[in-house]
């Protein structure tokens, strides 16, 4: 059932689409159950991930926090959460409580994205 739904998206890759299928399938070797899996994680990562960055207070915490989903965003071809990941470690730098505003857009893009991949 995932293989199926993946390949009549796989159709609609492009430069502009939150996730690099090609990427993504590159780094699971084209394995598509290993690339539902990947999505899958990273969709429930991701979601985590940004409900302790907006609860967490301690400024080296949230600055791991980012690192970590921008590494992960990284592996599946997230490229715009990999750039809103890098942006507010930046802004980390400057300001501890900046705002995620960017990165939470890219992750719920992504996320999206990855919904209709999966659930075609």
Do not use: W
């Amino acid at each position: 059932m995932a293989p199926s739904s993946m390949a009549r998206v796989s159709g609609r890759a492009s430069p502009e689409a939150p996730i690099d299928l090609v990427q993504l399938a590159t780094n699971t070797l084209g394995n598509r159950d290993l690339e539902v899996q990947v999505l899958h994680l990273f969709k429930s990562q991701s979601r985590m991930t940004l409900e302790r960055l907006e609860n967490e207070t301690d400024p080296s915490v949230r600055a791991d926090l980012v690192h970590t989903l921008k590494g992960s965003a990284r592996a599946i071809g997230a490229a715009r959460v990999a750039t809103a990941c890098e942006c507010l470690e930046g802004d980390l730098k400057a300001a501890p409580n900046a705002p995620t505003t960017g990165l939470v857009a890219a992750v719920t893009e992504a996320n999206g994205y990855i919904c209709d991949l999966l659930e075609g």
